[in-house]
């Protein structure tokens, strides 16, 4: 801030003087995060000056906060999907637990949209979920998913009177509530923090951008009636690849002594 108005006196700091400091505080390169602390820290010292009457107007009144940055959501990364298939593989329903983690991890479908998968939903091309608002959609899955899938149906799931693909200890038809449970287990089990369902479906949605699938097939494959959130996953995806080059970008290997 010393830096934008010099020495200009306290009580001479106008809102066009802050708009410049974050306006060069975007420009030096700071986060959208970094920007927005500056700015509550500029916000506080002004408004303690007009309460020990130093100032008698806070230039911040007239000014429009900078947009906090939106929240890192938890996603669940490639090499926390193969320590919880372990994991899943070590449990007392094995089969029922690994056709969970590809289903979820595959489709990037809504875990409620999983559970909620019949008999008859289990289909050659794939699965036939039933989107928000009662629309039907059928998701393609790989040969690894339909094999462990299939696996489960026919050497684990018990005989019952009802046709939920996905049963529990007692052959009621999982729960969310024990789905919950069931994936704290997994994660305790692979040594990993807990993350929810959702994370898998976020994880799932960035692989495949990263694996080069374009955003309208996303958008689909989601089942999202708008692109905006599918352009929320895209903006994950670059993200990861904006890190991933800081650390193996060819440039930085002319420069390593720099």
């Known amino acids: 801030m010393v830096r934008t108005i010099e020495d200009k006196p306290?009580?001479?700091?106008?809102?066009?003087?802050?708009?410049?400091?974050?306006?060069r505080s975007h420009q030096a390169g700071r986060s959208g995060g970094g920007?927005?602390?500056?700015y509550r820290a500029v916000r506080v010292f002004l408004r303690w000056l007009v309460r020990e009457e130093v100032i008698w107007d806070d230039p911040t009144r007239r000014l429009r906060p900078?947009?906090?940055?939106?929240?890192?959501?938890?996603?669940?990364?490639?090499?926390?999907?193969?320590?919880?298939?372990?994991?899943?593989?070590?449990?007392?329903?094995?089969?029922?637990?690994?056709?969970?983690?590809?289903?979820?991890?595959?489709?990037?479908?809504?875990?409620?949209?999983?559970?909620?998968?019949?008999?008859?939903d289990i289909r050659p091309e794939?699965?036939?979920?039933?989107?928000?608002?009662?629309?039907?959609?059928?998701?393609?899955i790989?040969?690894?998913?339909?094999?462990?899938?299939?696996?489960?149906?026919?050497?684990?799931?018990?005989?019952?009177?009802?046709?939920?693909?996905f049963v529990s200890e007692k052959g009621w038809?999982?729960?969310?509530?024990?789905?919950?449970?069931?994936?704290?287990?997994?994660?305790?089990?692979a040594g990993l923090v807990y993350k929810p369902s959702h994370a898998f479906r976020r994880g799932a949605a960035v692989a495949m951008v990263k694996n080069g699938m374009n955003p309208f097939a996303l958008q689909t494959m989601m089942g999202h009636k708008s692109n905006l959130m599918?352009?929320?996953?895209?903006?994950?995806?670059?993200?990861?690849?904006?890190?991933i080059h800081s650390k193996f970008s060819p440039v930085r290997g002319l420069f390593k002594g720099d």
Not at 126 to 140: D, E, N, T
């Open 230 to 243: 599918t352009a929320h996953y895209v903006r994950l995806a670059e993200k990861d690849l904006r890190e």
């Open 10 to 23: 306290v009580d001479r700091i106008t809102t066009a003087d802050l708009r410049l400091f974050l306006s």
């Open 126 to 140: 794939g699965v036939r979920v039933k989107r928000k608002g009662g629309a039907y959609q059928v998701l393609p």
């Open 173 to 189: 038809p999982l729960c969310y509530n024990t789905f919950r449970q069931l994936l704290r287990r997994l994660f305790r089990n």
């Open 66 to 120: 900078p947009k906090a940055p939106p929240p890192d959501l938890p996603v669940i990364r490639e090499g926390e999907a193969r320590r919880l298939l372990l994991a899943a593989e070590m449990g007392r329903y094995p089969l029922r637990d690994k056709a969970l983690v590809l289903l979820l991890w595959d489709t990037a479908a809504r875990a409620g949209e999983i559970l909620e998968l019949r008999l008859g």
């Open 35 to 38: 920007v927005l602390a500056h």
């Open 142 to 165: 790989s040969p690894a998913t339909r094999r462990a899938l299939w696996a489960y149906l026919r050497n684990e799931r018990p005989q019952v009177d009802h046709d939920f693909a």
